[in-house]
């Protein structure tokens, strides 16, 4: 599995996130093929992202939200659970949650990430991932013999 990023993180291999999360939060929780590239756009656009697990074990992502998140979330490419359950990736099946968290490198850092920015950048991906790619640029106008 590659985590990759165009952006500096900061691991920690453990548990608990690198920083303290707020007692009244939510998460997201989501795919790393929908996610990573999410993230990625998140932190390019310059929004500020807060601490972020990756879960090895079901190639998902859990994303601390604001805890008013939950009951205006309403997404397919994601779910969003209040803070009992936002530590796990909550994928179920007797293997437990196995990650690391990452934060960004900053003096300031995000306690959450925003989660309309997150909802935003969550869809783009997606809908860039749902597009039918077109016919490779070497193959437009070749004739079979």
């Not at 656009?45 to 807060?50: L, P, S």
């Amino acid at each position: 599995m590659t985590l990759r990023s165009d952006h500096l993180w900061h691991i920690a291999v453990a548990e608990q996130p690198p920083s303290s999360l707020p007692a009244d939060l939510a998460s997201v929780q989501v795919g790393l093929a929908l996610g990573l590239p999410a993230i990625d756009t998140l932190v390019a656009d310059g929004t500020n992202v807060g601490p972020v697990k990756y879960c090895l074990t079901h190639h998902r992502l859990v994303v601390p939200v604001e805890a008013d998140t939950i009951h205006r979330w309403r997404a397919a490419h994601s779910d969003c659970v209040p803070a009992a359950r936002s530590r796990n990736c909550a994928a179920g099946g007797y293997r437990g949650c196995n990650g690391l968290w990452v934060t960004r490198p900053s003096t300031d850092r995000a306690a959450v990430t925003p989660a309309d920015a997150l909802h935003e950048a969550l869809s783009l991906a997606r809908a860039r991932l749902r597009k039918a790619p077109g016919p490779h640029p070497r193959l437009q106008g070749a004739r079979c013999a």
